[in-house]
């Protein structure tokens, strides 16, 4: 595509390198992450075309839609010709591709090793930016009955509640449990608050014959295992 002047506006961009007209013509797979944005955003300011604030954008995310994914409202709010109505609308589009990820995800729910969770929960807790807990609940062949969220923390930590977590199994007569939380920092290894926790809820697992399958801790692009460390 050709290089444009950030004072030149789309409209008189010639018909294939408009993004919407683009898209139309040659399919939205040729479409690159800014023009895609800036079909959502619309219009750009007097000084730079939808695509261009779209770039930089995505610069300030170092090129990286799950950067993007983070921003609230009021930090796309930030940038001069983005308001309210435009923020809500990349947010919400990059929502609808997150749940798109997790709905591919429950197609292959069938969970066989630590990997698998990983892939599974990444789409889930990759842009989080402070401390989740989750479970997963399995049935007997292990295929996911459901994932929950038990509780949210700050940026160091978070608390699990026990009877809130196996209220949860047994409502749904589940046969395992996985345990689940993210570390920000993106240092995957358990704390020692982190160890004590997973003993504490193995133990109350086989009080209600339901087994603590892992643990697992979540980095942006790796994970801990409890299972595969040995500790569970």
């Known amino acids: 595509m050709k290089e444009y002047s950030t004072t030149q506006s789309i409209k008189y961009w010639s018909e294939e390198d408009r993004p919407r007209e683009k898209l139309v013509l040659k399919g939205k797979s040729t479409l690159t ?5 800036a079909i959502l955003i619309g219009s750009g300011t007097p000084s730079l075309s939808a ?4 770039r930089m954008m995505l610069r ?6 799950i950067e993007l ?14 308001g309210q109505a435009k923020a809500i609308s990349i947010v919400a589009a990059l929502e609808l591709g997150k749940r798109r990820r997790s709905a591919e995800g429950l197609q292959r729910k069938q969970i066989t090793n630590s990997h698998d969770m990983f892939e599974y929960l990444q789409i889930t807790l990759s842009d989080t930016p402070y401390e989740a807990f989750w479970i997963v ?5 292990n295929h996911i009955i459901r994932p929950l969220k038990v509780s949210d923390g700050g940026m160091t930590g978070t608390v699990a509640d026990p009877k809130r977590i196996f209220k949860a199994v047994l409502d ?16 995957v290894r358990p704390s020692n608050s982190d160890i004590k926790l997973t003993s504490k809820l193995k133990q109350a697992g086989e009080l209600f ?5 892992d643990h697992i801790i979540m980095g942006e692009d790796k994970y ?3 299972r595969d460390e040995g500790i569970l």
């Not at 300030?60 to 839609?65: I, S």
């Open 137 to 141: 609940l399995l049935n007997r062949a």
């Open 172 to 187: 749904h007569n589940a046969s395992s449990v996985i345990l689940c939380h993210n570390h920000p920092s993106g240092n």
């Open 224 to 226: 801990y295992s409890f």
């Open 209 to 213: 014959d339901v087994a603590v399958m």
């Open 69 to 82: 994914s983070k921003m609230t409202v009021m930090d796309l709010q930030r940038f001069k010709g983005i």
């Open 33 to 37: 992450d800014a023009e895609l944005i």
């Open 60 to 65: 300030e995310a170092d090129n990286n839609l």
């Open 51 to 54: 695509v261009d604030l779209s």
